[in-house]
């Protein structure tokens, strides 16, 4: 049997890892508002429309920072549409998705949900056909304590007390030319630094996310992060990326090679940051926050992302296997292995929209790229340690990559170790050696695995693609032992001696 050895010291942190990492993203888009988390019809609502069946299976993913309003939506987003007497509030087309927007569900509606929810509200200002006024407006209407024309009309809107958002983006995707407004790296910046300077007067405590380049292949990759962030450095706190990745010729090796591509794009964009921070003499490093991540590929084109005027249309409904919730462990896997310079990163999304819940009227399913969340939601605390991985490789078409992907969360006295098993046939032995501390005792561990890549999860139907409970380690004198099929990642938290 093959045998892949994980070696770590207690004293190699990397850094504390950021909450904020196991974050999510909600936009008004297809279903994901609108009949996901607020669904007055349902039988699963409450009183003010929030459905929670949802919102208890979203619980389970303890999503920590949570993006809101857009995505793409934004870019087009009056936010004065979505607050006062919901009779009053207009129905306006959303160009972005083509969809009719009802402005039901706006800035309070979220923030009542994000209070319940333990969310931290990560929102999104509109730099595409909005002004930095209308930005610095929204956020005293959002945290001014009153006696300002902005933030007394939060009061009167019934929301006597501040909401106290701290964490904002400048935009979304500014770089992509699909973007409402989109511009030229430079426009883009002078238009940044004056939201952010005036933001930043009207709260010095905000801290606000920089539009960096949204895609690899973009012809701008870099170069606009590059000019972007020499413009602003001083005024801004993180510089966005994100990345959606796809099986699309049907390779499952190379795909399962993808995580490789995503520690590539940090390393990059960081080493942008380390180059604009020495070139301006700044003792402040701008960090990352991953803001948009996910397998999407199925879903992404003709009736899947134009809404033809409707409401709540069914867009980016992608349907996820096996092999994406292998994917997407090795997202956070990458996360937690560069604790230094992610800060944030937000899942894109969390309902109906590539998601890891889909309903359908009142019945609700959950996607296979759920549980690897659930997984290492149970394990978000700790320092992440700098894994060391020696094992055989697998060679596929793009990336020769490690067979075992892993990272792992001291906390105290608590080890927790995150292993995929990329191979489609090899079972394999994985050691894991923490420099002569001892592994003592198993407190809790899961797997997600199966036999067929393309298993996934129906409506009505028992899970087959899920997490069970895993129980077969061996300790060999201080050293975990854990035997990975083919497939599978697994999810494991060890006291230590
Ligand atoms: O998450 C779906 C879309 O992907 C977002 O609206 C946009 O920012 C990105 O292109």
């Not at 996910?294 to 349907?319: M, T």
């Not at 310079?341 to 894109?348: D, F, G, Q, T, W």
């Not at 046939?425 to 001892?438: F, I, N, P, Q, S």
């Given at each position: 049997m093959?045998?892949?050895?994980v070696?770590l010291h207690?004293?190699?942190?990397?850094?504390?890892?950021?909450p904020?990492?196991?974050?999510?993203?909600l936009?008004h888009?297809?279903?994901?508002?609108?009949?996901?988390?607020?669904?007055?019809?349902?039988?699963?609502?409450?009183?003010?429309?929030?459905?929670y069946?949802?919102?208890?299976?979203?619980?389970?993913?303890?999503f920590?920072a949570?993006?809101?309003?857009?995505?793409?939506f934004?870019?087009?987003?009056?936010?004065l549409d979505?607050?006062g007497?919901r009779?009053?509030?207009p129905?306006?087309?959303?160009?972005a998705?083509q969809?009719?927007?009802?402005?039901?569900?706006g800035?309070?509606?979220?923030?009542?949900?994000?209070?319940?929810?333990?969310?931290?509200?990560?929102?999104?200002?509109n730099?595409?056909?909005g002004?930095?006024?209308?930005?610095?407006?929204?956020?005293?209407?959002?945290?001014?304590?009153?006696?300002?024309?902005w933030?007394?009309?939060?009061?009167s809107h019934?929301?006597?007390?501040?909401?106290d958002?701290?964490l904002?983006?400048?935009g979304?995707?500014?770089?992509?030319?699909w973007?409402?407004?989109?511009?030229?790296?430079r426009?883009?910046?002078?238009?940044?630094?004056?939201t952010?300077?005036?933001?930043?007067?009207?709260d010095?405590?905000?801290e606000?996310?920089?539009?960096g380049?949204?895609?690899?292949?973009?012809?701008?990759?870099?170069?606009?992060?590059?000019?972007v962030l020499?413009?602003?450095?001083?005024?801004?706190?993180?510089?966005?990326?994100?990345?959606?990745v796809?099986?699309?010729?049907?390779d499952?090796?190379?795909f399962?090679n993808?995580?490789?591509?995503?520690?590539?794009?940090i390393?990059?964009?960081?080493?942008?940051?380390?180059?604009?921070q020495?070139?301006t003499?700044?003792?402040?490093?701008?960090?990352?926050s991953?803001?948009?991540?996910?397998?999407?590929?199925?879903?992404?084109?003709?009736?899947?992302v134009?809404?033809?005027?409707?409401?709540?249309?069914?867009?980016?409904?992608?349907?996820?296997?096996?092999?994406?919730?292998?994917?997407v462990?090795?997202?956070l896997?990458?996360?937690?292995?560069?604790?230094?310079?992610?800060?944030?990163?937000?899942?894109?999304?969390?309902?109906?929209?590539?998601?890891?819940?889909?309903?359908?009227?009142?019945?609700?399913?959950?996607?296979?790229?759920?549980?690897?969340i659930?997984?290492?939601?149970?394990?978000?605390?700790g320092?992440?340690?700098?894994p060391?991985?020696?094992?055989?490789k697998?060679?596929s078409?793009?990336?020769?990559?490690?067979?075992?992907?892993?990272?792992?969360?001291?906390?105290?006295?608590?080890?927790?170790?995150?292993?995929?098993?990329?191979?489609?046939?090899e079972?394999?032995?994985?050691?894991?050696?923490?420099?002569?501390?001892?592994?003592?005792?198993r407190?809790?561990?899961?797997i997600?695995?199966?036999?067929?890549p393309?298993?996934?999860?129906?409506f009505?139907?028992?899970?087959?693609?899920?997490?069970v409970?895993y129980?077969?380690?061996?300790?060999d004198?201080?050293?975990?032992?854990?035997?990975l099929?083919?497939?599978?990642?697994?999810?494991?938290?060890?006291s230590?001696?």
């Amino acid at each position: 049997m093959k045998q892949t050895t994980v070696f770590l010291h207690p004293d190699f942190i990397i850094d504390q890892v950021d909450p904020r990492v196991f974050g999510g993203f909600l936009e008004h888009l297809g279903r994901a508002v609108y009949e996901g988390v607020y669904h007055p019809e349902s039988s699963h609502a409450d009183a003010r429309g929030f459905r929670y069946d949802v919102l208890n299976a979203l619980k389970r993913l303890k999503f920590t920072a949570m993006r809101y309003p857009g995505g793409n939506f934004v870019s087009g987003y009056d936010w004065l549409d979505g607050v006062g007497p919901r009779e009053l509030r207009p129905t306006k087309i959303d160009l972005a998705w083509q969809s009719s927007e009802p402005n039901q569900f706006g800035t309070n509606e979220f923030m009542e949900m994000a209070r319940e929810m333990d969310w931290t509200p990560m929102m999104a200002v509109n730099l595409g056909t909005g002004t930095p006024a209308e930005a610095r407006n929204w956020l005293e209407y959002c945290n001014g304590k009153g006696g300002s024309y902005w933030s007394d009309l939060r009061r009167s809107h019934g929301y006597e007390e501040p909401h106290d958002i701290k964490l904002w983006c400048l935009g979304n995707e500014m770089d992509g030319p699909w973007q409402i407004g989109h511009v030229p790296a430079r426009d883009y910046a002078v238009r940044a630094q004056q939201t952010a300077r005036l933001m930043k007067m009207c709260d010095p405590d905000v801290e606000l996310v920089l539009c960096g380049s949204c895609a690899t292949n973009l012809p701008t990759y870099m170069q606009w992060d590059r000019e972007v962030l020499e413009y602003c450095y001083r005024d801004v706190d993180y510089l966005s990326l994100h990345c959606y990745v796809g099986n699309e010729s049907d390779d499952t090796e190379d795909f399962l090679n993808c995580g490789l591509a995503v520690d590539q794009q940090i390393e990059e964009l960081d080493a942008v940051c380390a180059f604009v921070q020495a070139k301006t003499r700044s003792k402040k490093r701008v960090k990352l926050s991953f803001d948009e991540w996910n397998v999407w590929y199925r879903a992404r084109q003709g009736d899947h992302v134009d809404g033809r005027g409707k409401f709540a249309p069914p867009l980016l409904e992608e349907v996820y296997n096996l092999e994406d919730a292998l994917v997407v462990a090795q997202f956070l896997n990458s996360f937690i292995r560069h604790a230094d310079s992610v800060k944030i990163a937000n899942l894109a999304q969390i309902v109906n929209v590539i998601a890891p819940i889909l309903t359908q009227g009142d019945e609700m399913v959950l996607q296979s790229i759920f549980y690897p969340i659930e997984m290492f939601a149970s394990r978000q605390n700790g320092v992440s340690l700098r894994p060391t991985v020696q094992g055989p490789k697998i060679e596929s078409k793009s990336h020769t990559a490690p067979q075992i992907d892993a990272s792992a969360i001291l906390n105290g006295r608590e080890l927790s170790v995150f292993l995929v098993n990329r191979s489609t046939t090899e079972t394999t032995d994985v050691r894991v050696d923490l420099a002569g501390r001892r592994i003592a005792s198993r407190l809790s561990a899961e797997i997600v695995t199966g036999s067929d890549p393309k298993a996934f999860n129906e409506f009505g139907k028992d899970p087959v693609v899920c997490s069970v409970p895993y129980s077969d380690e061996c300790f060999d004198n201080g050293t975990l032992i854990v035997q990975l099929p083919p497939l599978s990642f697994y999810a494991g938290s060890f006291s230590i001696a």
